[in-house]
């Protein structure tokens, strides 16, 4: 075996062991917030799947540097769920994002969603940066809350977005709030000094992963009612041109960042690869 063949098996070795343990530490944080898992939604494969997108899209970092990114990731999806398959009402949609947005903001939680936060919060506290950065994480917590709601609206009145519409909804899946909660824990000084440069990058990569996501969900989306890109009236064709796009335009994007703070960079490109290549799916 050639030397380049080791090292590229070895740094796939690592990577693995890197997605164990932060899959260990995911499986605990699960059974600190009872009721926000259910074993039916949250089954091991989806712990496996959130663990190995940590792990490969830095697998130079360690479980405890990746520990906000993965953490926010599955808080993430217990909001998504929530908002999409336990909220009846507007109302309560608006209470939810309320209560959040006060606990983002210092208020005591109370429930498991925002003892959740109020823990991702403190974590962040640690970082002695984070007070500078903690409007904009708010912010980006808003608009995510903001995108969740709006997809709920075009579910509940079944009213049909336009594809471009439904791409700048975008921030409904997260990614952008993840990776910049990553940024501030556990990014290199240029990254913490250029977020909102980064946020504008990471925005592009997010319209991507929410295509992505919908081409990969589409059964699941049908069985549940849920809104999905294919039903907007396009093809999957039209869905998979954009998606090349997008992802032609977030690496050109990416070259500046490259020269700047590379292991950033590889983050952003590395969550555009791994992801399609976990699904199978490619733009």
Known sequence: MADDELDEAFELGMACALAAECGRDLRRCAQMYRGLFPPAAFDADFYAALALTGAFSAPWATSNALK????????????????????????????????CLAVADGAAPRAAVTRFLADLRDELATVKDFEDHRVLWRDQLAGMFEAMARAWVWRDTR???????????????GSCFVDLSHWIYAGDEWARHHLGELRAVSAHVQRYLHLLGDLASYRKDVSWGDLNVLMLGVSRAEVTDAMA????????????VRERSPRTAAYLRRQIGFNAGLHGISG
């Open 68 to 99: 906000i990114v993965n953490r926010t990731a599955l808080w993430v999806s217990a909001v998504d769920r929530l908002v999409d398959h336990t909220t009846t009402t507007r109302s309560q949609v608006t209470a939810l994002a309320r209560d």
């Open 159 to 173: 009213v049909v977005p336009t594809f471009a519409r439904y791409l700048d909804n975008a921030d409904s899946r």
């Open 245 to 256: 796009e997008l992802a032609h335009e977030a690496l050109e994007l990416l070259k500046p």
